[in-house]
């Protein structure tokens, strides 16, 4: 069974601060999803990663998917208080043509103005 | 692009009644759609894989009597939570994943809380 490991599972921060989420495993993904949610609502995606070693960024976002397809990063610089929610990383298992999805626990963030 | 919608938001009922939630893709067909649970400050736990025209695969622990699944479109799936309890009081997501998207994208409808008396 896959599993994904998402750190920290908590974090306050102030505005301004920057801060890095992991998301790691010990099996090998055929590609990683970052979303966010917000309070009541369902998760939005943020990026997909798919080549080892890829680093996208989106705005203050920048994703990172490690070399050997096991783990990836989320970073945000001079986080903002819409930044607040659920991050969760989700892998595509490369067996079965990618059907099975593995979702981590979440990182809980809260910025504070 | 990538819409899903859910019907309905939000639905209050009595213990022992159903409960049929409906998750569509708006803007693009989905031949695979996926419905979670998540309880208050806790990660998405996946229920079940439906796939349009044939059963449902439903994860360890998960009752398919009691949360029947119907996939009878490339845009519209059901779950019917039957006999509802308190303890099915949660939020239900279902998900859907683009036939033409590459690299799996799942995206999410906004969501379905079900409070049960």
């Known amino acids: 069974t896959q599993l994904l490991e998402q750190s920290p599972q908590f974090l306050s921060i102030q505005e301004g601060e920057n801060l890095t989420v992991y998301c790691n495993s010990s099996s090998v993904f055929s590609s990683l999803q970052w979303y966010r949610q917000e309070p009541g609502e369902g998760p939005v995606l943020l990026v997909t990663?798919?080549?080892?070693?890829e680093v996208k960024k989106l705005k203050r976002l920048t994703f990172q998917f490690g070399d050997a397809r096991k783990d990836s990063s989320l970073h945000i610089t001079a986080a903002q208080p819409g930044d607040t929610g659920l991050y969760l990383c989700?892998?595509?298992?490369?067996?079965?043509?990618?059907?099975?999805?593995?979702f981590g626990p979440g990182t809980r963030l809260s910025v504070l103005p | 692009g990538a819409v899903v919608s859910q019907h309905p938001s939000w639905v209050i009922c009595k213990s022992g009644t159903s409960v049929k939630i409906e998750c569509r893709s708006l803007d693009f067909q989905a031949t695979t759609m996926f419905w979670y649970r998540q309880f208050p400050k806790q990660s998405l736990m996946l229920m079940a894989t439906?796939?349009?025209?044939?059963?449902?695969?439903?994860e360890q622990g998960v009752e398919k009597d009691k949360f029947l699944i119907n996939h009878a479109s490339l845009t519209l799936s059901t779950l019917t939570v039957t006999s509802a309890h308190p303890e099915d009081s949660s939020f239900y997501i279902c998900s859907a994943r683009d036939l033409l998207a590459g690299h799996n994208e799942q995206f999410f409808g906004p969501g379905t809380r079900l409070t049960v008396l």
């Open positions: 989700a892998g595509a298992s490369p067996d079965n043509y990618g059907q099975n999805f593995v």
């Open positions: 439906s796939n349009e025209g044939s059963k449902a695969t439903y």
């Open positions: 990663v798919v080549t080892g070693g």
